[in-house]
Every structure is written in structure tokens, then in C-alpha cells.
């Protein structure tokens, strides 16, 4: 609930940040970013996907669809808002991702592709789809709340489909990000 508590500010430091939706602080204690690093503050999107986790997660031991209509949803949609707007396709469209961003490995930063921010991205576009495909829940009030549309949902799933992750075959490895 705190994360829901404060997710009006985490929509105020999307918009400091030139997107829509939430972005949750990397440190706080009352909503607000508290981390004076201006690199770890705004290239960093775990706290946001891990908010995604942390209620996928909740989901998965108490099935409380109460607080999925009344909180869940609308902070999922917030977050998916966020990420959509952070991130950016190639110049030929077909591949969606992060650039200039930091993943928990904070020694490396303004890095393109980082493949936790993308798999954790693609990971939260894919159970918001699963959950509003899922016909349980009310989505008429949620989308107005939200200002969200099927317009909307179609760019989400186009970016999940898109999402760049850094897999060789050969090796059987996840490259960290792009040139690591």
C-alpha cells in the first residue's frame, strides 16, 4: 500500500523526467526521490518494474483480486505508461529498448540494451496484458482513471513483442548491455 500510497508522486517524477505514467524513486521515504545522483535517480528503472514484481508476486501468494481492481491495476498501467515513454524503437522500428539507462550493475551507466531493464520492462508489458486480457476485472473505470485506451494497450504489446534482449545462442549467454 505504501507503494500505492505514493504513486502520485511517482507520476510527478515521470513528468520531471519527460514521460507519463509512474516512475518509482530508487530512494524514499515519503514518494519522493531522495537519491541526490542525478545518474542513479534518472537512469534507473528497477524500483518501477520492481513494484510490477512485487505485486505479481502478491498476486501469486494471496489471489487478492480486491486489491488488484482498486490498486494493482492502476499501478501497473502507471508503470507500463512509464516504461512505454522512457524507452524508444530503432531507426527501422522493429526493435524496441532502453538507451542511456542504468541497470543494477551501478558501475555501468549510459548504457544501451541493458538486458535486466529490458527483460523486467517486457516482463511487466506482458503480465499487464495477461491481466487485462484475463476478463476479470472492471476495466471501464480503471481505463478512465487511467486515461488509458486499447490505442494504448496495442503500443504496449507492440514494444513487448519489440524488446531487444541481449541473448547470444552460441554461448547460451545474456550480454548485460550492449558492448559489456
Not at 19 to 48: D, M
Not at 78 to 94: A, C, M, P
Request: glycine share 4%.
Amino acid at each position: 500500500m505504501f507503494r500505492y500510497n505514493t504513486l502520485k508522486e511517482a507520476k510527478e517524477r515521470a513528468l520531471q523526467l519527460d514521460c507519463i505514467g509512474a516512475c518509482y524513486p530508487v530512494a524514499t521515504r515519503n514518494g519522493k526521490e531522495g537519491c541526490n545522483l542525478w545518474q542513479h535517480a534518472s537512469l534507473q528503472f528497477q524500483p518501477s518494474s520492481a513494484v510490477a514484481y512485487a505485486i505479481y508476486h502478491y498476486m501469486n501468494l494471496y489471489n487478492d483480486e480486491e486489491f488488484m481492481q482498486n490498486y494493482g491495476l492502476e499501478m501497473l498501467i502507471e508503470i507500463s505508461k512509464f516504461l512505454l515513454s522512457r524507452g524508444q524503437y530503432n531507426q527501422k522500428g522493429d526493435k524496441f529498448s532502453y538507451y542511456g539507462v542504468m541497470g543494477p550493475d551501478e558501475f555501468q551507466m549510459m548504457v544501451n540494451h541493458n538486458t535486466y531493464t529490458n527483460f523486467m520492462a517486457k516482463k511487466t508489458f506482458e503480465y499487464l496484458l495477461d491481466l487485462l486480457d484475463s476478463n476479470k476485472y472492471d476495466l471501464e473505470n480503471i481505463y478512465n482513471k487511467c486515461k488509458f485506451n486499447e490505442e494504448l494497450k496495442n503500443k504496449i504489446k507492440d514494444a513487448k513483442d519489440k524488446m531487444v534482449i541481449l541473448y547470444d545462442e552460441e554461448t547460451k549467454l545474456f550480454e548485460q548491455n550492449a558492448g559489456f
